[in-house]
């Protein structure tokens, strides 16, 4: 089985203490661990930063993805937390909609495949990266904007905010026992 994992900085495996864009070892990355656990074949397409593709250029280079991936056998996708960083007053029914068109034209282009899992991130906590209680209630909200969402579109969904994720201290970034726990949990739903 090919699993297609496409995220942000969580599944990118962006270590908080690396000023420079670093990453967690490959064995500590959720992505690997899912791997060595069920034995699938998992492409990590995590991009620091990344927010849900919107702009004509991100679209062109999701195609690229999808198009250079080959057979994909399912796709996982969690982002969003980025958005509700980089929009100072994005709300989790915004980021959703950015959501559901980004979605509409992957099942538009046929480049969903049968097994697609939609993801909502833990919801963040105070730290550096997040400026305002309103971000930290908007990435609470989420969870069930994006339950609605995988509904309407018949696709798997997940709510990792349920899955007591261990966050670094800067409250955003999966710690190595977060990295773990995404895993354990990723690979039950799967199984």
Not at 18 to 45: D, I
Not at 71 to 83: E, P, R
Not at 171 to 185: D, E, I, K, R
Request: proline share 6%.
């Amino acid at each position: 089985m090919r699993l297609l994992c496409l995220g942000d900085s969580n599944t990118y495996g962006y270590d908080p203490r690396s000023y420079l864009g670093g990453r967690y070892p490959e064995e500590v990355r959720w992505t690997a661990l899912l791997g060595r656990q069920t034995g699938w074949e998992l492409l990590n397409e995590g991009e620091n930063g990344r927010e849900i593709p919107h702009t004509p250029t991100q679209l062109r280079e999701m195609d690229a993805l999808f198009a250079c991936s080959g057979q994909i056998d399912s796709l996982v996708i969690m982002l969003g937390s980025n958005d509700l960083l980089q929009i100072p007053q994005a709300t989790a029914e915004g980021v959703t909609e950015r959501m559901e068109r980004f979605l509409t034209r992957l099942l538009d282009r046929g480049q969903l495949p049968t097994v697609t899992v939609l993801i909502a991130p833990p919801a963040m906590k105070p730290g550096p990266w997040i400026s305002g209680e309103h971000q930290l209630y908007q990435s609470t909200r989420l969870g069930e904007c994006y339950q609605a969402l995988a509904r309407r579109l018949n696709l798997s969904f997940a709510d990792a905010g349920m899955w007591n994720i261990d966050l670094a201290f800067d409250g955003l970034h999966f710690s190595p026992a977060g990295h773990q726990t995404f895993a354990l949990c990723l690979a039950e739903l799967l199984s």
